[in-house]
T-cell receptor, first 116, second 117 residues
Framework: AQSVTQPDIHITVSEGASLELRCNYS??????LFWYVQSPGQGLQLLLK??????LVQGIKGFEAEFKRSQSSFNLRKPSVHWSDAAEYFC??????????????FGKGTHLIIQP | GAVVSQHPSRVICKSGTSVKIECRSL??????MFWYRQFPKKSLMLMAT?????????EQGVEKDKFLINHASLTLSTLTVTSAHPEDSSFYIC?????????????FGNGTRLTVT
């Protein structure tokens, strides 16, 4: 069965500093990997996704993520965070790019706190 | 871009009553919709998968008679929490995707905060 591990429950970063959120996955086949962001009381917004090809993917809001098959990782990065980036971040893995018989499996999330 | 609309955003109901939550895909045909439940400070738990025109597939431990799912069209799925109890209070989120292999990633609604008093 697939699983996603986000080892950091909370991360505090100063505004303007760089950010890396870790994500490790376990999946028996070629995974489709996603990062979502959730603001309090809101749904999830897709930041970026990896299906195939270039292992460094660019997303919205200046985020990027790198797929490393050998490490089963898909870490999210941003070179300079803004106060508006404070939110909950979820890594997810799924068998397909969308639809299909299986939903996504989510990690437990990383709560990002931005210090002024 | 694609948008999924979920309604209502908040609902308070009395114990024993039923509540219906709607999930609509606004600009694409969602052959599959997923319903998630999110507990405080927890990740999203997949409750069920609904395919248009067929019965929903429920995850282990989810009561299908309590959480009724209907996916009557390619743009609408509903979740009805029947005979709600305080322990059903939670944040429910739907998501919708296109056909398998379509390249359309899952899009999520903004969630429904259910409070059962």
């Amino acid at each position: 069965a697939q699983s996603v591990t986000q080892p950091d429950i909370h991360i505090t970063v100063s505004e303007g500093a760089s950010l890396e959120l870790r994500c490790n996955y376990s999946y028996g086949a070629t995974p489709y990997l996603f990062w979502y962001v959730q603001s309090p009381g809101q749904g999830l917004q897709l930041l970026l996704k990896y299906f195939s090809g270039d292992t460094l993917v660019q997303g919205i809001k200046g985020f990027e993520a790198e797929f490393k098959r050998s490490q089963s990782s898909f870490n999210l990065r941003k070179p300079s965070v803004h106060w508006s980036d404070a939110a909950e971040y979820f890594c997810a893995v799924g068998p397909y790019s969308g639809g299909g018989a299986d939903g996504l499996t989510f990690g437990k999330g990383t709560h990002l706190i931005i210090q002024p | 871009g694609a948008v999924v609309s979920q309604h209502p955003s908040r609902v308070i109901c009395k114990s024993g009553t039923s509540v219906k939550i709607e999930c609509r895909s606004l600009d694409f045909q969602a052959t599959t919709m997923f319903w998630y439940r999110q507990f405080p400070k927890k990740s999203l738990m997949l409750m069920a998968t609904s395919n248009e025109g067929s019965k929903a597939t429920y995850e282990q431990g989810v009561e299908k008679d309590k959480f009724l799912i209907n996916h009557a069209s390619l743009t609408l799925s509903t979740l009805t929490v029947t005979s709600a109890h305080p322990e059903d209070s939670s944040f429910y989120i739907c998501s919708a995707g296109g056909p398998r292999g379509s390249g359309e990633p899952l899009h999520f609604g903004n969630g429904t905060r259910l409070t059962v008093t």
